[in-house]
């Protein structure tokens, strides 16, 4: 007991020296504190827990997170041939690689280390396990860039769905491996996911949103996985109606949890905008959600007259009625209106700013979208007044 109260008294004082050192000199934290304290804690682990890493269950934890590590390396660059790729913003020479993999893997592997003895320790109760996911999560996100990100509502908002939400969410993930025995799995797990980014010329070019909701939808599965493959090594499984139920019931959660992501990221040819405005009631109106179908910029060419269009109007994006068109220099202009606006649009509409046509609208369900798009912007438009 005394050690592991000198263990969490030796991790508050690195974390206060760590905010300090964040704020007032991020290289060094970054390049030499940070790496070297956590090398230290892992050295240490290795020594009282060696056999941990050198068993049988270990080495086909692994296997088995590498293979799901896998699958989601290709999920992503899958996602880089829909969205795009970018540029690597990390060298990529041998040196550099390296370097960056120690810097970054370092604190990943003495994290887990000391997950896995604050985990032996105590009753694994939903409360001790929070406790440590929540402690450890303090210990390992940047300080330096929160600061930064709290300039802003919508910043802020971005920084919490597409970082610290999925990096609570893991460590609590790990947490539970770790009170279940699977140590070896959160070192695999988190291994794979930073080596690609460090490895790889290009990466997936994936909005905020799209990053964060990835890095929790794996996280769910991987929970879903080791939950299933845990039962069946204790041969909790029989193949009796009600296993093949709860099953049944973890594929349909999959499939609907991917078929969702999918669709609100844009991979289908409909897609869903939230109506801001009444100006086609009563077709659809404020807090509606709209389904429009993407086309093709040969089908945009001459589209009828009465068609309802999406498309992007400087920084918003309308959804109104085609009620004229004329072609200049063999290109056509669409003329729009609201059916609720006394007024035709201003401006003229090219084929490049259509994204689709509208297909139909589900009543109320865009509400949660406007309201935290308000409450976001709301310091925008103080500014503005």
């Known amino acids: 007991m005394?050690?592991?109260?000198?263990?969490i008294t030796l991790l508050c004082f690195y974390l206060g020296v760590s905010i300090f050192l964040q704020i007032n000199y991020f290289a060094f934290y970054t390049n030499v504190f940070n790496p070297l304290f956590w090398l230290f804690i892992f050295s240490f682990f290795l020594y009282q827990e060696k056999e941990i890493i050198s068993s049988h269950?270990?080495?086909?934890?692994?296997?088995?997170?590498?293979?799901?590590?896998?699958?989601?390396?290709?999920?992503?660059?899958?996602?880089?041939?829909?969205?795009?790729?970018?540029?690597?913003?990390?060298?990529?020479d041998w040196l550099s690689r390296i370097q960056n993999l120690g810097i970054t893997l370092l604190p990943i592997l003495g994290i887990e280390g000391i997950r896995i003895l604050l985990s032996m320790h105590g009753k694994k109760t939903v409360w001790h396990g929070t406790l440590i996911s929540f402690f450890l999560f303090l210990l390992e996100f940047l300080y330096h860039t929160l600061f930064t990100s709290i300039l802003s509502k919508e910043a802020f908002f971005q920084y919490f769905f597409s970082t610290l939400l999925p990096l609570f969410g893991n460590s609590i993930l790990y947490t539970y491996f770790t009170f279940k025995k699977s140590y070896v799995l959160s070192f695999t797990d988190r291994l794979w996911q930073e080596g690609t980014i460090f490895f790889f010329p290009i990466l997936a070019n994936l909005d905020w949103f799209m990053k964060g909701f990835l890095l929790l939808l794996k996280s769910t599965l991987l929970y879903l996985y080791e939950k299933y493959r845990m039962k069946r090594e204790k041969k909790w499984i029989n193949w009796n109606r009600r296993n093949n139920i709860s099953l049944l019931g973890y594929a349909f959660t999959l499939s609907f949890v991917t078929i969702l992501f999918s669709f609100m990221v844009g991979l289908f040819n409909y897609q869903p905008i939230a109506i801001l405005s009444n100006s086609m009631f009563p077709i659809y109106e404020r807090g509606d959600i709209l389904i429009y179908h993407r086309r093709k910029k040969e089908e945009l060419k001459d589209l009828p007259l009465q068609t309802i269009i999406v498309y992007q109007a400087k920084d918003r994006i309308v959804a109104h009625r085609i009620v004229q068109k004329e072609k200049k220099n063999d290109t056509v202009f669409y003329t729009t209106k609201g059916d609720n606006n006394t007024d035709l649009d201003f401006e003229k509409v090219s084929k490049?700013?259509?994204?689709g046509t509208y297909s139909f609208s589900l009543?109320?369900?865009?509400?949660?979208?406007?309201?935290?798009?308000?409450?976001?912007?709301?310091?925008?438009?103080?500014?503005?007044?």
């Open 2 to 7: 005394t050690s592991k109260k000198g263990m």
């Open 352 to 355: 490049e700013q259509i994204l």
């Open 363 to 385: 009543k109320t369900l865009g509400f949660p979208s406007i309201w935290l798009k308000e409450y976001l912007n709301e310091e925008k438009k103080e500014v503005e007044q």
């Open 57 to 92: 269950k270990a080495k086909r934890e692994f296997f088995y997170g590498s293979i799901f590590s896998l699958i989601f390396i290709i999920i992503y660059f899958y996602l880089g041939f829909c969205f795009g790729f970018s540029k690597n913003p990390y060298r990529q």
